[in-house]
């Protein structure tokens, strides 16, 4: 969380006063990825605002499972253009299901130049990573493609029916993240064991391992 508050000094905004605007589309799993998702805007110095317009950041959690749900996004997105017209320093952030669609990315790209930051629920993790990107280089972030053979290194701990979750670390960022393994893990691993996993994360926001080693 160490960056996220580091990225105070970049955030556009008052200190203290800073707002986030948080959309949420679609089923259960996008409400809680929204939760996390306002766990990382608060450690930045976010509260939390009602609607756009105003906001310092805007976010979009999607959903492409509907249609319809896809093109109330584009409305919505193309109505932003009008809020980021009246606040410039505004940040458009917009993550989920849709962005990983190559076909959404690319009208992102061209017919909405102003949204700032795309990612998909994949990477829901590196949030802060990405927005540092944005904020650092200045340049438009689409980060939609999965991440084969991404590292996650932390404590393992177990949750019920066999599942196994992961607290996933990269540099100064964490998340908890559930995972599948098809290997057989050993019975003596135990609640906070030390674990890396090697494998990427699938589309029901999972990190599949395709190796667990066991340190310590």
């Given at each position: 969380m160490q960056l996220c508050r580091q990225l105070r000094a970049l955030l556009p905004g008052e200190e203290g006063r800073r707002t986030a605007f948080v959309d949420t589309y679609g089923c259960q799993q996008n409400e809680a990825d929204s939760e996390r998702l306002r766990g990382y805007l608060q450690e930045m110095g976010f509260s939390f605002a009602q609607e756009a317009e105003g906001a310092d950041l805007v976010l979009l959690n999607t959903c492409a499972i509907r249609d319809h749900a896809e093109q109330r996004v584009y409305g919505n997105v193309g109505a932003l253009s009008h809020t980021k017209r009246r606040h410039q320093e505004q940040l458009i952030v917009l993550c989920g299901c849709m962005a990983r669609q190559d076909h959404v990315a690319q009208r992102l790209r061209t017919s909405f130049p102003y949204v700032d930051l795309v990612?998909?629920?994949q990477l829901l993790w590196k949030f802060p990573e990405l927005l540092w990107e944005k904020?650092?280089?200045g340049k438009r972030v689409f980060a939609t493609q999965d991440?084969?053979?991404?590292?996650?290194?932390?404590t393992l701990t177990a949750a019920g029916q066999g599942d196994r979750f992961v607290l996933a670390e990269s540099g100064d960022k964490s998340v908890v993240?559930?995972?599948t393994f098809d290997g057989a893990l050993s019975d003596e691993v135990t609640d906070g064991?030390?674990?890396v996993l090697t494998g990427a994360m699938t589309d029901d926001g999972k990190f599949a391992a395709t190796d667990v080693a066991l340190e310590g």
């Open positions: 990612f998909g629920p904020l650092s280089s991440v084969p053979g991404t590292v996650a290194e932390g993240l559930p995972v064991a030390t674990v």
